[in-house]
Each structure stands twice: as structure tokens, then as C-alpha cells.
Nanobody
Framework: QVQLVESGGGLVQAGGSLRLSCAPSGRTLSSYFMAWFRQPPGKEREFVATVSGSGDRTYTADSVKGRFFISRDSAKNTVWLQMNTLKPEDTAVYYC????????????????????WGQGTQVTVSS
């Protein structure tokens, strides 16, 4: 089991930006897809973005495409989610997740494809 530590959440006005970070504790995840999911109040957890182990492939949900960008730095063993032009509907608990790349295949948008999860960080966007 991999421990994932998220940081960077908070309260921001609509139109603002935040950057979330996720770092695995004590382990390098170069062969893992790293993803961000979110769970808005009263709703199901939903896919936001994911990045392959080498960082050469990224996938982003249509709802945030062009505003949110996922990246990873293998040397720093960190994954970031840059969130721009935030909207009140982006308010949610954001979770970092990791899954072994060869097992995920084409299921990178499914929460069940990821075995390791962080504790979540709250993002609140005020109107």
C-alpha cells in the first residue's frame, strides 16, 4: 500500500487559481498512473485528470479541459494539478490516486482502477 499525501487545497474566489500537489510517502511511483478525482458535496466521486508513469500521456475530463492541467516530476516524485479559472461548481474534495500502469490500461478514468488513495483536500470556490 502506498501512502499519498495531498496539499494545496483551500478557499478561492471564482476565476482564481490553485495548485494541488500529491507526493507518495517513501516510494517512487514511476510505473504508476497518478490521477486526481473529486467528490462534490452530495455527489459521486468523479474523474478529473490522470498522467502516465513517464508523464508522456495525460487525460483530462471534459468538464475541466482547458482549465485544469496535470503534471508530474519524477525527480521530485510529485504530481500536481494546476487549476485555473475556477468555478463554484469545482467545489469538492479532491483526491489523489495511484494505480499500476499495466493494470489500468484503458480504464484510467475509473476510480476502481486505482488501488491507492490520499486522504483528500478540500477546494472551495466562492462566487
Amino acid at each position: 500500500q502506498v501512502q499519498l499525501v495531498e496539499s494545496g487545497g483551500g478557499l478561492v474566489q471564482a476565476g482564481g487559481s490553485l495548485r494541488l500537489s500529491c507526493a507518495p510517502s517513501g516510494r517512487t511511483l514511476s510505473s504508476y498512473f497518478m490521477a486526481w478525482f473529486r467528490q462534490p458535496p452530495g455527489k459521486e466521486r468523479e474523474f478529473v485528470a490522470t498522467v502516465s508513469g513517464s508523464g508522456d500521456r495525460t487525460y483530462t475530463a471534459d468538464s475541466v479541459k482547458g482549465r485544469f492541467f496535470i503534471s508530474r516530476d519524477s525527480a521530485k516524485n510529485t504530481v500536481w494539478l494546476q487549476m485555473n479559472t475556477l468555478k463554484p461548481e469545482d467545489t469538492a474534495v479532491y483526491y489523489c490516486a495511484a494505480g499500476i500502469q499495466y493494470k489500468i490500461g484503458a480504464t484510467w478514468s475509473r476510480s476502481t482502477a486505482y488501488d491507492n488513495w490520499g486522504q483528500g483536500t478540500q477546494v472551495t470556490v466562492s462566487s
